[in-house]
DNA sequence: CGAAACTTTGAGGGTGTTCAATATCAGTGG
DNA sequence: CCACTGATATTGAACACCCTCAAAGTTTCG
C-alpha cells in the first residue's frame, strides 16, 4: 500500500496496533465524505443538534466553551488524526463549539457508517474507542494543569503535550513542530491572559527551553522542559489490554 | 417491583429512558457483586493496573491526580449511582487513583459482565453510555470553571451541579443536601487554597445564598446563586437522540 | 499603502497564596 | 474525668502571581 496515501487517523491507530488489509479498507472507507471548512467559521454551534462527527485530515480546530461575560475557554485541540464530535452524535445538542483555527480538510462520518464500521472489525472498533479515551485522559490532564501547575509550567506542558501527539502522525518530534496557534489561543487554552502568555512565553525562551515563534515551535532543551513541566507522558503512551 | 429495592443507579437512568422488566432484571444482575471499602484508603491507584469497574450505591468517592510537587487535583466526585473507572477497563493502567470519603458499598462490574448486558440490552447499553458521556461533560464544565470563573462563581457552580446530580438519585433538591466533603476536599477540586475556600463560604453565607457546614449544603437563595455562578445545566439534562 | 491581526512591553492593582496562630471537636488513653 | 492528639475550621498579615489597562511595534494581507 502506497505510504502517501496513508490517513493520519491510519497512521495513529497503526502505532497501538498493526491494522489488518480489510481494517485498512474499511478506514479508507470512513475517509469518503470528504469536506473543507474555512479558518475562523464555527463548524458546530454550542446548543447546536449535531448529527456528524469528523475525521480530521488536515489543518487545526479547537474545541471551546463560551461564557456568559463572554470570556472563552478551549477544551482541546484538535490535529490530524484526531476524531471531532464523537460525543455529540451521542447527546442531542453539542455541549461545546468548533472552530478552525486554519483552513481544514475532513471526513464526515455518519452514525451509522461508524457502527457498520464497528460491526464488521471489532478490532478496529477497539483502538477507536482508544483513541477516545486517550482524548479524555488529555483533557483530565488539562484540568490538572489548570488547577494545580502555575503558568509557566502550564505552558511547558501544553506545548510538550501537542508535540507527542504531532509526532504519532508524524508531524513533529523532539526538536520542535509547526504550529499555527496565537497566542490568544494559548491564553484561551490555559485559562491566563494574552498578556501573560507573551511575558511566559518570553521567559522560556530567555530560558533556552523553548521558543514559539513565526508558527513553530522548538525545543532547546527538551529535558529540562520535561522537568520543569512534570510532564508524564504515561497518560498518552498506554497500551490497550485488548489487543496483545 | 419494591421501590425500597431500587438502586440509585437504576434511578438514574430511569430519569432517561423507561427501562422494562428484562432491563431492570440486567441491571440487579450488575449489581450482585457487593463489596465495601473504608473511608481514606484508595481503591485504586494511579498507575495501578485496573481489571473490574465500580457502580457506588453507597457512600462519596473523588478521584483525583497526584502532582510529583505533592498537591493533588481532584477531577471528580462520585455519588451513589455513578460508575467508578469505566476508563480503566479501558486502559491497561488507571490514570488516576480512587478515594472514599466516606466508607462506601459499591458492586463490582467485571469487563464480562458489562459486555454482557451490553449484548443483552443495547437500550441500556445506550442509557449507561449517556451517563458516560454525561460524566464527560462534567468534567469539561469543571476545566472550564477552573479556567475562566473567579473562586466565588466557582464555588457556587460546584455547590449547584452537586445538587442537580444528587436529585436525580433522590438525595437532595432545591433547599439542599447532606454533603460529607471537607473545605480540603473543595480545595484540592476547584483548584484553591484551603484557607481561601474557607473565606468565600463565608463570603456567600454572609451573602444570604448558601450555607455549607457540619455536612450540609443549604440553599437560602436558589436563584442568585444561579445567576452568580452563570449555571447552566444543560449539560446535565440531555435527552439521548437514539431513545424517542 | 492602509487596515487588521498579532506581538511586545510597562505600570499599577486585585485575587488568591503562604505562613502563622487560634479555635473547635471527636476520639483515645492515662 | 481529664489531658492529649489529630483533623477540621477560622482568621489575620504580607506577599506573589497574574490581570487589566494602555500604548507601541510588527507582520500579514487585501
Chains 1, 2 share one sequence.
Not at 20 to 41: I, K, N, P, W, Y
Not at 105 to 110: C, F, H, M, S, T
Not at 168 to 188: F, I, N, R, S, W
Amino acid at each position: 500500500m502506497n505510504i502517501t496515501a496513508t490517513s493520519p487517523l491510519t497512521r495513529k491507530l497503526s502505532a497501538f496496533v498493526v491494522l489488518s488489509e480489510a481494517e485498512l479498507v474499511v478506514l479508507r472507507r470512513l475517509h469518503q465524505r470528504r469536506r473543507t471548512f474555512v479558518a475562523g467559521r464555527d463548524m458546530v454551534h454550542q446548543g447546536q443538534s449535531g448529527q456528524a462527527a469528523y475525521i480530521l485530515s488536515a489543518g487545526w480546530v479547537c474545541s471551546y466553551k463560551l461564557q456568559p461575560d463572554g470570556t472563552r475557554q478551549i477544551v482541546d485541540f484538535q490535529v490530524p488524526g484526531d476524531f471531532l464530535g464523537l460525543r455529540s452524535v451521542l447527546l442531542r445538542t453539542s455541549d461545546h463549539s468548533f472552530e478552525p483555527i486554519v483552513d481544514i480538510e475532513a471526513a464526515e462520518v455518519l452514525t451509522s457508517d461508524l457502527l457498520e464500521a464497528f460491526a464488521q472489525t471489532p478490532r478496529l472498533a477497539t483502538a477507536i474507542l482508544w483513541a477516545a479515551s486517550r482524548d479524555e485522559a488529555m483533557v483530565v490532564e488539562h484540568l490538572v494543569g489548570i488547577g494545580r501547575r502555575d503558568a509557566e509550567a502550564r505552558m511547558a506542558h501544553f506545548l510538550l503535550e501537542l508535540g507527542s501527539r504531532l509526532a504519532l502522525v508524524g508531524m513533529g518530534g523532539k526538536e520542535g513542530y509547526d504550529c499555527p496557534l496565537t497566542q490568544y489561543h494559548l491564553a484561551d487554552a490555559l485559562g491566563l491572559s494574552a498578556v501573560h502568555v507573551n511575558r511566559v512565553l518570553r521567559q522560556l525562551r530567555e530560558d533556552g527551553l523553548v521558543t514559539f515563534r513565526d508558527g513553530h515551535v522548538t525545543f532547546h532543551d527538551h529535558g529540562r522542559l520535561v522537568e520543569l513541566a512534570g510532564f508524564d507522558p504515561g497518560y498518552l503512551d498506554q497500551i490497550g489490554p485488548l489487543l496483545k
